[in-house]
Each structure stands twice: as structure tokens, then as C-alpha cells.
């Protein structure tokens, strides 16, 4: 923000390799992660897939109709419903990794952040018919 602020046409030029690097980066770590734990991921998956499951689906649907509640408009009720749904995983696995120095305390982190794009997909989908919408 302080860089946009002072320096707004140096931000806008670097955002687009700033997202690049941010993407790069989150696939290097969810990359290392299913790597680091290859053998135990599909266990995890049934530890912890139907809670971070769940949990995703009902943020995102208390967030849709609560913004709905609110009378907010349909393009600013998805919106806060994505966001609500697209967490930063790869913030809440280093923190979790960190916290408690032990990569077991990340994994509803990373099972969280495998499915919140599936999810993200599909309730953009869903909201949309398929169709782009408009925004």
C-alpha cells in the first residue's frame, strides 16, 4: 500500500510480476508440503478433508448470504463470499509450521488450501451458471 501510495506507477507496472512470483511461490510451497509428506497425504485427506471441507463451504455460504442479508448486490456478494473462501493457506502453513515447529500442525492448513480453489471453481460456476459474469 505504502508503495502503490508513493510510487503508484512503479506498483502498477510490478503488480503483474509481483502476482507471478506470488503464484510461484505458493506453488513451491504446496509443492514442497504433498512432496515432504507424499506417503501420508491421502491419510490426511481422510483426517482432515470433510472438516476443512465443510468449513470452507460454510464460510463461503454464511459470507454469500450474509453480504445478501446486508443488501448487498449479487457481483459484491460473490465477491465477499470468494474472499471468504480463498484464504491464504500458505500464510497459515508457515505460521503453523512456525508456531509450534512441527509440520504436523500445518496439515488442515494444506488440505484447506488444496480445496479452496475446487471450491472457489465450483461456486464460481454455480453463481454463474457458466456464464462470465458481470461485474
Same mark, same amino acid.
Not at 1 to 22: D, K, M, N, T
Not at 46 to 51: C, L, P, S, V
Not at 57 to 83: C, D, K, T, V
Not at 94 to 120: C, E, H
Given at each position: +500500500? *505504502? #508503495?502503490?501510495h508513493? +510510487?503508484? =506507477?512503479?506498483? /502498477?507496472?510490478?503488480?503483474? +510480476? ?5 503464484? #510461484?511461490?505458493? !506453488? ?18 481422510? /483426517? ?10 460454510? @464460510? @463461503?455460504?454464511i ?16 465477491? %465477499? ?11 497459515? %502453513?508457515? !505460521? *503453523? ?15 484447506y488450501?488444496? @480445496? @479452496?480453489? =475446487?471450491? *472457489? +471453481? *465450483?461456486? #464460481?460456476?454455480? #453463481? ?6 458481470? !461485474?
Amino acid at each position: +500500500l *505504502a #508503495v502503490r501510495h508513493r +510510487l503508484p =506507477g512503479f506498483a /502498477q507496472r510490478f503488480e503483474p +510480476l509481483a502476482r507471478r512470483i506470488s503464484a #510461484v511461490l505458493f !506453488v513451491l510451497v504446496m509443492a514442497g508440503a504433498i512432496y515432504a509428506e507424499r506417503a501420508n497425504i491421502t491419510t490426511y485427506f481422510a /483426517q482432515a478433508g470433510a472438516i476443512t471441507l465443510t468449513l470452507n463451504i460454510a @464460510m @463461503m455460504a454464511i459470507a454469500f448470504y450474509g453480504a445478501a442479508w446486508l443488501g448487498l448486490l449479487r457481483p459484491q456478494r460473490i465477491a %465477499i463470499a470468494l474472499e471468504c473462501g480463498l484464504q491464504n493457506g500458505t500464510l497459515a %502453513i508457515a !505460521v *503453523a509450521a512456525t508456531l509450534f515447529q512441527d509440520t504436523l500442525y500445518a496439515i488442515p492448513a494444506a488440505i484447506y488450501s488444496l @480445496m @479452496m480453489f =475446487g471450491t *472457489a +471453481l *465450483a461456486f #464460481v460456476f454455480l #453463481v454463474t451458471r457458466g456464464r462470465p459474469a458481470a !461485474v
